[in-house]
């Protein structure tokens, strides 16, 4: 037997080197491949080509087939790059959506160069220093904007309401944002922090605002919003835990390919509050610092998970530079939390994660001995409904009709009532604006309606009646969804207004006033009972 183990052992070392030359040489010979393809496409295709976008949508399509967080940042892209690591960029603080032939601004950050200048959400950019921006897509304008500090630009823009178009110059500068629009209370006792993204000083920010809300005499919880944050940052993911849980704490651990780069990430200093009752609201789009978080105060049966089940992010990219200011943005790993739980989802369709059931998902215990998942993100120890925009109200979002509507609105009111006070309530109003607008949309049963009318006239079917009867009905039926989905509706037209006179900060204070999931987490706050008792499992 020893015999034989002296030569299979060499034997397999040898392959394996043979095996490493053979993939370096595959690596060597595709790249020349590669190089003379593009070349030869450069040089001898009929039409004019870009180059940098012939490359741009190779890059893309070798990349596409890892997983969708893995992407190329070219130099075009770094500013954007920039607002998800430090929440901080050079330009205007405006964000525009192409609708019809102009990018449009659909929100303006609040101290920032387009507030300062006066710009308003609703106008539409005519040109940019002279040139013509009609028919320019978000990003031609986006790069067309982009400046150094304290250079300017001149705008030509046709606002709403207005007898003509407007001269606009303003000042580039850094953009800040501010990653806690708002905290403080909710709610007799209970304290309320909303942390939209994981940029720098995500920790200290929602540290600062808790010793803050510790001042207030009888404060008896914390709820920790982290929903519709898709993450940032994995060390202020950890800096955030610390927040709540001693120091010296397994938060998160990271493994890949390359055994040096595993880390394992512990809190590093005191805690503002090891005590105090926390409920963290996450949903669907919570992702992964997001997910770090809830699920590591999770496992270590810190705070009581309240929402729906998160995104299912469970990996670690570093950005590596690739030249010429282009960088690429890599997996390297997977993150595992305090139970050994990886919460990475396994499966995707579209670039979307797709919802592994239970029974597939393997077993992990908490602190206190509850029962976690791994793989496809981490679910809620309070599972609450989510009702998202369908139907009509959708419909109303997609085709801008409730934007259009508050910029009508807000043309002949020069301001509102305070966050808290102010309600909308006109709705009849809104339907008439509405009609005028010639409002309609398609239906999933619609879209189905048209596919069995095809089957059947291929099938040589006569359904022609029953056909005409089911489109009757359906029609009936939207006309009054609309009405059905008027409490919502409102809402929306009433945070689309907040927000055109109080900034992404008033949507986020508006929204609490009637906020559902708020109301439970107060609720379950108010009763230490209950909330031990999950905890305890």
């Known amino acids: 037997m020893n015999v034989k183990l002296k030569f299979v052992l060499p034997a397999l070392l040898l392959s394996a080197g043979v095996y490493a030359q053979g993939n ?68 205007l603080g405006a964000t525009g959506e192409r609708v019809g032939d102009y990018v449009v601004l659909v929100e303006i950050i609040e101290n920032s160069p387009a507030h300062k200048a006066g710009l308003k959400v609703g106008d539409a950019l005519i040109s940019i220093d002279g040139q013509s921006a009609k028919g320019r897509t978000e990003q031609e304008v986006q790069d067309f904007l982009r400046g150094y500090p304290g250079t300017k630009t001149e705008l030509m823009v046709r606002r ?10 303003l000042e580039r500068g850094e953009v800040i944002i501010p990653n806690v629009p708002h905290s403080g209370l909710v709610a007799d006792g209970v ?26 005499p009888g404060l008896k919880g914390v709820i920790l919003d982290l929903r519709d944050n898709g993450g940032g940052l994995l060390n202020e993911a950890v800096n955030l835990v610390n927040v709540f849980v001693p120091k010296g704490e397994l938060v998160a651990s990271t493994r890949g390919k390359v055994p040096e780069w595993d880390l394992n990430l512990r809190t590093q200093h005191s805690p503002i509050d090891k005590d ?22 999770q496992d270590l049966d810190r705070a009581v998970i309240m929402g729906q089940k998160s995104y299912g992010k469970g990996l670690v990219q570093n950005t590596k530079e690739l030249g010429y200011n282009a960088r690429i943005k890599l997996t390297t790993a997977k993150y595992y939390i305090p139970s050994g739980r990886c919460i990475q989802s396994v499966r995707y369709k ?42 009509a109200w ?46 309609d949309y398609q239906t999933h049963s619609e879209l189905k309606l ?51 006179y109080y900034f992404h900060r008033g949507k986020v204070r508006k929204n609490l006033v009637n906020d559902p999931e708020v109301k439970e987490a107060v609720k379950l706050l108010n009763d230490p009972g209950k909330y031990q008792s999950i905890l305890k499992g």
């Open 24 to 91: 370096y040489f595959d690596i060597a010979k595709n790249m020349e491949i590669f190089a003379n393809a593009y070349r030869e496409v450069n040089h001898s295709y009929v039409d004019a080509l870009d180059p940098n976008q012939v490359m741009r949508r190779g890059l893309d399509a070798m990349l596409e087939g890892l997983d969708p967080f893995t992407n190329y940042i070219s130099e075009t892209d770094i500013e954007s790059y920039r607002i998800q690591v430090d929440g901080k960029y050079n330009g």
């Open 160 to 169: 709403p309401g207005a007898a003509k178009d407007l001269k606009i110059s």
């Open 191 to 216: 304290g309320y922090i909303n942390l939209t993204t994981f940029t720098e000083n995500a920790g200290q920010n929602v540290g600062d605002a808790l010793s803050k809300l510790k001042k207030t």
């Open 276 to 297: 105090i009752p926390v409920v963290v609201l996450m949903n669907k789009m919570s992702a992964s610092a997001s997910e770090v978080t809830a699920g590591a105060l």
């Open 350 to 391: 579209d670039g979307q994660p797709v919802d592994i059931p239970e029974a597939e998902r393997a077993q992990f215990k908490t602190r206190n001995g509850r029962t976690v998942l791994d793989g496809g993100g981490i679910k809620p120890d309070v599972v609450l409904p989510h009702d998202t925009a369908h139907g």
């Open 394 to 439: 959708k419909a109303l979002l997609d085709q801008n009709i409730i934007f259009d509507y508050v910029t009508q609105y807000v043309q002949s009111r020069e301001s509102i009532d305070s966050i808290e006070v102010f309600e909308y309530t006109d709705f009849d109003g809104f339907l008439a604006f509405v009609q005028t607008k010639k409002f």
């Open 450 to 500: 048209a596919e069995l009318r095809k089957i059947a006239e291929q099938e040589n079917w006569q359904l022609d009646a029953e056909m005409k009867a089911l489109e009757a009905k359906i029609q009936a039926e939207k006309k009054g969804e609309i009405l059905r989905q008027k409490e919502e509706i409102l809402h929306e037209i009433e945070q689309e207004i907040v927000g055109r």
